[in-house]
């Protein structure tokens, strides 16, 4: 099975702009999670997706916002860029479950966002 | 709340073994672990269940301590390959939908 790929690998963008990142799980996964990672915060949720639904969220402010399509392919925007929202973003994919099971997430190779 | 990870950083020899423990202060759910290199994104481990099941690499053991909320990942006879960043995860449950909270990372580096 192709794994989760990102797109696109690296992104440098201006304050104030808007950004658009875009994550395609495994085949068969309806679960996706977005994650930011930077060397001072580490890696924090930012929401998840199950069948075209936001189940949870995390602590970021609403310019970070996101959206899942019947095919499971999903994508998160940012927008009125600042400094700080420089950071590796992770996408994960996972079987999920309408219920609530845990499953392990499978990590996409990211994409570097250079805010200037 | 992060769980706390622990060791921050080991250094060991090709064949030693190491232990990584991840500790929370909420009842969790599950604890994932997670091996990430540099410039990588991080690699899926281990599962570890409340309840007692789990699932993994076969080369890789770890135990979950639910009365203690704590997580241990056994590292054996390390090998080169090893070498990177462990994460654990954990959830809470509930109608905590995929979403998982990391430890601050333990670096571990293996030396020929």
């Known amino acids: 099975k192709a794994g989760v790929t990102q797109t696109p690998r690296y992104l440098i963008k201006t304050r104030g702009q808007q950004v658009t990142l875009s994550c395609s799980p495994i085949?068969?996964?309806?679960?996706v999670s977005w994650y930011q990672q930077t060397p001072g915060q580490g890696l924090q949720f930012l929401f998840e997706y199950f069948s075209e639904t936001q189940r949870n969220k995390g602590n970021f402010p609403g310019r970070f916002s996101g959206r899942q399509f019947s095919n499971s392919r999903s994508e998160m925007n940012v927008s009125t860029l600042e400094l700080g929202d420089s950071a590796l973003y992770l996408c994960?994919?996972?079987?999920?479950?309408?219920?609530?099971?845990?499953?392990?997430?499978?990590f996409g190779p990211g994409t570097r966002l250079t805010v200037t | 709340q992060q769980p706390v990870q622990s060791p921050q950083a080991v250094i060991l020899r090709e064949g030693e073994d190491a232990v990584i423990n991840c500790s929370s202060s909420k009842a969790l759910y599950s604890v994932h672990w997670y091996r990430q290199k540099h410039g990588e994104a991080p690699i899926f481990l281990m599962i570890?269940?409340?309840?007692?099941e789990q699932k993994g690499h076969d080369k890789i053991s770890a135990s979950f301590n639910e009365k203690k909320q704590q997580s241990s990942l056994y590292l054996t006879a390390s090998q080169l390959s090893y070498s990177g960043t462990y994460f654990c995860?954990?959830?809470?449950?509930?109608?905590?939908?995929?979403?998982?909270?990391f430890g601050q990372g333990t670096i571990l580096t293996v030396h020929p």
């Open positions: 995860g954990t959830e809470i449950g509930g109608t905590s939908y995929g979403k998982l909270t």
């Open positions: 570890l269940l409340k309840g007692g």
């Open positions: 085949s068969g996964h309806r679960s």
């Open positions: 994960a994919s996972s079987f999920g479950d309408e219920g609530y099971l845990s499953y392990e997430q499978y």
